[in-house]
């Protein structure tokens, strides 16, 4: 259905009135009709309408002082006003336009030119507000960007984890948040967004706010994922996708439920035993539109910890070490750390892990949890 537009039309005059709403509503405009200036200004506040064609010469409040309320009340304030009067003088016109004013139809009108004006304004009110919502999207994308601040454990006391973040650049792919899904559920995401460009980082807050809207007690953890997924088959561009790792804890219950999108394996130490690994096979996020995702449920106890990780933990350009080689010599470094507190773990395990030797040329993230 195509838009309709909305005008209102404020004359003390009924003729007048009347004449501009036929012209109007021949070409399919709503028309909101007005005899008075506070009449006029409840009306714009309470419709919004697209366009206001206003009076100057009306008892009581006339159109110089219409449009100067309306411009300081933020309801109506962006809405473009022509006036109507029979006034052709320079310095009437200047003091409509310093007001607000967009144009004037000067009495009397003839309906060609009302509509032409029509027209024309509603035109450069579309394109002025698409301009406007338009960097204003561009702006949000950046502040979001910007304050996307990940999680610390002071501030998620009950969720129990302890983390290594280290970016390779400012708009690192690698990212990690924690999601307070109720009292007694906890989730947790490790994603690896591919490219390290600040277009990477508009997406690493995509999936934040993803996360958020639909990690809900409303939908299980994986059809929470296909959802993101959904979304993010849309917006991201071809080249564009992410590996990523979601861990679903009931502390209640004492179920974990574990959702793999094409991310390495998780490694889970129960208490008081060794590590392993927990291969769950699965599609990556953003690629597919019938993504499959790897899953599992299981029951776990107080004390086990699982750990979370990027891929950069574990591959080498240099080496031509991918991250399915890496992986097969990394449980080793999780061995004996169960006595370890959990706040060192992750210093701990990157101080074993890299021995000394630089950090890969890539983000590394490490994420401990505990039950």
């Known amino acids: 259905m195509a838009d309709v537009y909305s005008i209102l039309v404020v004359d003390d005059n009924l003729l007048n009135l009347k004449l501009i709403e036929k012209v109007l509503t021949k070409e399919g405009y709503n028309t909101l009709l007005s005899d008075n200036g506070p009449d006029a200004r409840r009306i714009a506040a309470q419709e919004h309408p697209d366009l206001i064609l206003l009076d100057i010469e009306m008892p009581d409040e006339n159109g110089f002082e219409v449009i100067q309320k309306l411009k ?13 009067t029979g006034v052709s003088e320079v310095d009437v016109k200047l003091k409509g336009f310093e007001l607000g004013a967009v144009d004037y139809i000067v009495k009397p009108f003839h309906p060609e030119e009302v509509l032409a004006r029509v027209r024309i304004h509603l035109k450069l009110s579309i394109a002025t507000n698409s301009l406007v919502q338009e960097q204003a999207r561009k702006l949000r994308q ?16 009950n969720a129990r984890f302890s983390v290594f973040y280290r970016p390779l650049e400012e708009a690192g792919g690698d990212f990690y948040d924690i999601l307070n899904i109720s009292n007694q559920i906890t989730g947790y995401f490790l994603g690896d967004s591919s490219g ?170 490490l994420l401990c949890i505990e039950v």
């Not at 300081?72 to 109507?84: E, M, Q």
């Not at 950046?142 to 006391?157: K, S, V």
């Open 72 to 84: 300081n009340d933020p309801a109506t304030a962006t809405i473009p006003v022509l006036f109507l």
């Open 142 to 157: 950046i502040t979001q960007a910007q304050n996307a601040l990940l999680p610390r454990p002071e501030d998620f006391p």
């Open 196 to 365: 390290h460009d600040i277009e990477t980082s508009y997406t690493t807050a995509s999936v934040k706010a993803l996360l958020v809207q639909n990690c809900t007690p409303l939908y299980s953890p994986c059809e929470s994922m296909k959802m993101i997924n959904d979304v993010l088959v849309e917006i991201l561009p071809e080249d564009k996708y992410l590996t990523a790792c979601y861990m679903h804890l009931n502390r209640g219950t004492r179920i974990m439920t574990l959702v793999n999108a094409g991310h390495p394996p998780v490694i889970y130490m129960p208490k008081g035993k060794n590590p392993f690994f927990i291969k769950v096979p699965g599609d990556i996020l953003g690629m597919f539109p019938d993504a499959a995702f790897g899953i599992k449920r299981f029951s776990v106890n107080e004390g086990d910890r699982f750990f979370l990780y990027s891929d950069g933990m574990v591959e080498s350009k240099e080496k031509k070490i991918s991250w399915v080689a890496g992986v097969q010599g990394l449980l080793s470094f999780f061995e004996g750390v169960g006595q370890i507190n959990l706040s060192h773990l992750p210093s701990t395990l990157i101080s074993r892990i890299f021995n000394g030797y630089p950090i890969p040329e890539d983000d590394i993230v």
